[in-house]
């Protein structure tokens, strides 16, 4: 503790050495945001067992909430516009002038923005911002329910707190938990969102809603007037979360409360049967089972993944014994690690340069659903069945009807129209006829 008492320091040798712990500091901030920006894009953060650049700053840099998100946000920045770095280290500007101004930047005018931001306040870089590109006015959001112009503000997420901050380029909201938020690279804006505690069991929600929301909730407290007379909206929003979270466990874990007794068999390696997602959740907690190299499982809750613990492309079958949560980072380092980088990297590639394809094939493989629900056939045998032929070279609407219900008559025969043509949307009539089932 004696090292840190200047005291004993006469005043031009305390000012002199005040002057160069800035400059240094300034120096070592320039070259932490490289390193941030390196270990980021590298992902160096997976192996060490953390889903993200965010998380690995909290748990392994021990760095604030606040500090993680803005120095990922100007790492980021700095990576795609290197001049910001030369900028902080030579003092010209700082960690929050990068946020304000990192909206703004293009590659045509950096110079501009980092001389009109040199050696000035926030409030300064506002004023001129403000005046360089003018943008709608932002209202302070009152108590219940008003309207809210668009915005740019976006939330930085502070374990379970939230406070409004602003997107760098190309920045989202991040989502999900404190092991998860972390800004991504997507064009999407989102609207200002704040919760903070008023006691341990008592939040405070204050978010800006799009109109359609807007009236959906007012149709809701409408709905449930006779439970709740005054309108009270933390009570139609807890309603309307237990009715989601049955839905989505349904439809991701398999959820149910009558179970079969015989599960149906595995038919495909990739299909993992809900009796194994439901065992797998329960075992799991909810949660990544990546372990780092230090024994440090992985703290991810959200965008979670069942992963094959044996590749299907190596054989592998999804049994509650041979299968794991893993979160997407996770997942994709594991398949990197087991297939090679390049190869991985080549897939993704691959099935980018095919996705309206993908979501044609999938509109169709919708439309035969419903052709052979109108036909009589149970949702889960229309849905295999639609599923069942894929072939490389594309195929018309009544073709695919074809191959469908030539793969399945346990019924009877069915007979599909050679003449009429097909419905484009899929819908009964027209092409489709059924015959007896008859023998």
Same mark, same amino acid.
């Given at each position: 503790?004696?090292?840190?008492?200047?005291?004993?320091?006469?005043?031009?040798?305390?000012?002199?050495?005040?002057?160069?712990?800035?400059?240094? @500091?300034?120096?070592?901030?320039?070259?932490?945001?490289?390193?941030?920006?390196?270990?980021?894009?590298?992902?160096? +953060?997976?192996?060490?067992?953390?889903?993200?650049?965010?998380?690995?700053?909290?748990?392994?840099?021990?760095?604030?909430?606040?500090?993680?998100?803005?120095?990922?946000?100007?790492?980021?920045?700095?990576?795609?516009?290197?001049?910001?770095?030369?900028?902080?280290?030579?003092?010209?500007?700082?960690?929050?002038?990068?946020?304000?101004?990192?909206?703004?930047?293009?590659?045509?005018?950096?110079?501009?923005?980092?001389?009109?931001?040199?050696?000035?306040?926030?409030?300064?870089?506002?004023?001129?911002?403000?005046?360089?590109?003018?943008?709608?006015?932002?209202?302070?959001?009152?108590?219940?329910?008003?309207?809210?112009?668009?915005?740019?503000?976006?939330?930085?997420?502070?374990?379970?707190?939230?406070?409004?901050?602003?997107?760098?380029?190309?920045?989202?909201?991040?989502?999900?938990?404190?092991?998860?938020?972390?800004?991504?690279?997507?064009?999407?804006?989102?609207?200002?969102?704040?919760?903070?505690?008023?006691?341990? @069991?008592? +939040?405070?929600?204050?978010?800006?809603?799009?109109?359609?929301?807007?009236?959906?909730?007012? +149709?809701?407290?409408?709905?449930?007037?006779?439970?709740?007379?005054?309108?009270?909206?933390?009570?139609?929003?807890?309603?309307?979360?237990?009715?989601?979270?049955?839905?989505?466990?349904?439809?991701?874990?398999?959820?149910?409360?009558?179970?079969?007794?015989?599960?149906?068999?595995?038919?495909?390696?990739?299909?993992?049967?809900?009796?194994?997602?439901?065992?797998?959740?329960?075992? @799991?907690?909810?949660?990544?089972?990546?372990?780092? @190299?230090?024994?440090?499982?992985?703290?991810?809750?959200?965008?979670?993944?069942?992963?094959?613990?044996?590749?299907?492309?190596?054989?592998?079958?999804?049994?509650?014994?041979?299968?794991?949560?893993?979160?997407?980072?996770?997942?994709?380092?594991?398949?990197?690690?087991?297939?090679?980088?390049?190869?991985?990297?080549?897939?993704?590639?691959?099935?980018?340069?095919?996705?309206?394809?993908?979501?044609?094939?999938?509109?169709?493989?919708?439309?035969?659903?419903?052709?052979?629900?109108?036909?009589?056939?149970?949702?889960?045998?229309?849905?295999?069945?639609?599923?069942?032929?894929?072939?490389?070279?594309?195929?018309?609407?009544?073709?695919?009807?074809?191959?469908?219900?030539?793969?399945?008559?346990?019924?009877?025969?069915?007979?599909?129209?050679?003449?009429?043509?097909?419905?484009?949307?899929?819908?009964?009539?027209?092409?489709?006829?059924?015959?007896?089932?008859?023998?």
């Amino acid at each position: 503790m004696r090292a840190y008492r200047l005291n004993h320091l006469r005043d031009s040798v305390l000012l002199r050495e005040l002057t160069i712990l800035v400059e240094q @500091d300034r120096e070592n901030t320039a070259k932490f945001l490289a390193c941030i920006a390196e270990v980021d894009e590298r992902r160096l +953060y997976l192996p060490a067992g953390y889903p993200s650049m965010y998380a690995y700053c909290l748990g392994e840099l021990h760095l604030s909430e606040d500090a993680a998100y803005l120095r990922i946000g100007a790492a980021r920045t700095a990576r795609e516009f290197p001049a910001l770095l030369g900028a902080i280290s030579e003092g010209r500007i700082h960690l929050t002038a990068i946020r304000l101004l990192s909206p703004h930047l293009k590659p045509g005018n950096v110079g501009e923005l980092i001389a009109a931001a040199t050696h000035k306040g926030r409030a300064d870089i506002e004023l001129w911002l403000a005046r360089r590109f003018p943008r709608p006015e932002a209202l302070r959001i009152d108590d219940g329910v008003s309207p809210l112009p668009n915005t740019r503000l976006v939330p930085v997420h502070v374990g379970e707190d939230v406070v409004s901050g602003e997107l760098g380029p190309g920045q989202v909201e991040p989502k999900g938990s404190a092991a998860e938020l972390v800004p991504e690279r997507v064009d999407v804006l989102s609207p200002p969102t704040h919760v903070s505690p008023f006691s341990p @069991d008592r +939040y405070a929600l204050q978010i800006a809603l799009p109109r359609a929301t807007h009236d959906k909730l007012r +149709y809701a407290q409408s709905l449930l007037g006779h439970a709740f007379p005054s309108g009270d909206i933390a009570g139609v929003l807890d309603r309307a979360l237990d009715s989601l979270i049955i839905q989505l466990e349904k439809r991701k874990l398999g959820a149910t409360t009558r179970p079969r007794r015989q599960p149906r068999p595995t038919r495909t390696r990739r299909h993992i049967p809900a009796q194994v997602r439901r065992a797998v959740w329960e075992r @799991d907690q909810g949660q990544c089972t990546f372990v780092g @190299d230090r024994g440090r499982r992985c703290g991810a809750r959200t965008r979670l993944e069942f992963d094959h613990v044996d590749p299907v492309a190596r054989g592998g079958w999804a049994t509650a014994e041979r299968m794991r949560l893993r979160c997407r980072g996770h997942n994709q380092f594991e398949a990197e690690r087991v297939f090679g980088a390049e190869f991985m990297r080549r897939k993704r590639s691959a099935a980018s340069d095919r996705p309206r394809k993908d979501a044609d094939a999938d509109d169709q493989t919708l439309d035969v659903i419903a052709g052979l629900r109108a036909l009589g056939l149970r949702a889960i045998e229309a849905r295999h069945i639609a599923q069942a032929p894929r072939l490389d070279h594309p195929l018309s609407l009544e073709e695919r009807m074809r191959l469908a219900l030539r793969a399945h008559r346990p019924r009877g025969t069915v007979q599909v129209g050679a003449h009429a043509p097909a419905p484009a949307t899929g819908r009964p009539g027209g092409a489709w006829s059924q015959a007896s089932a008859g023998p």
